[in-house]
Nanobody, 128 residues
Framework: QVQLVESGGGLVQPGGSLRLSCVVS????????MNWVRQAPGKGLEWVSA????????TYADSVKGRFTISRDNTKNTLYLQMNSLKPEDTAVYYC?????????????????????RGQGTQVTVSS
């Protein structure tokens, strides 16, 4: 049974930082590309970042490039998203997702309706 459990969300002031975690089970994490996606209130899914199975390759949406860092620990079956310099527009439910592919081209991910099997999400609210 595939399971992805996100944690680490919360309320943070603009300019602050959060680190999200996603613990997975039920599939071979070390051979799976992974995504972080988010959904703001009243909006569709927005792809945030992707990482290849080894963790060497990472890709980011323009909206988060330079502020967010995706990483993984294959020994712990855990995916991370370090978020710095947070803005109110980063407010959303953040999901990790198991991906079938990995691309170094962010355009590959933009505008899709499906980013893979997701967990239940963790809420991130950026507000003063």
């Amino acid at each position: 049974q595939v399971q992805l459990v996100e944690s680490g969300g919360g309320l943070v002031q603009p300019g602050g930082s959060l680190r999200l975690s996603c613990v997975v089970s039920g599939f071979t994490f070390s051979t799976s590309a992974m995504n972080w996606v988010r959904q703001a209130p009243g909006k569709g899914l927005e792809w945030v970042s992707a990482i290849n199975p080894s963790g060497i390759g990472t890709t980011y949406a323009d909206s988060v490039k330079g502020r967010f860092t995706i990483s993984r620990d294959n020994t712990k079956n855990t995916l991370y998203l370090q978020m710095n310099s947070l803005k109110p527009e980063d407010t959303a439910v953040y999901y990790c997702a198991k991906s079938n592919t990995y691309s170094t081209n962010s355009d590959y991910y933009t505008g899709r309706s499906d980013y893979g099997y997701r967990g239940q999400g963790t809420q991130v609210t950026v507000s003063s």
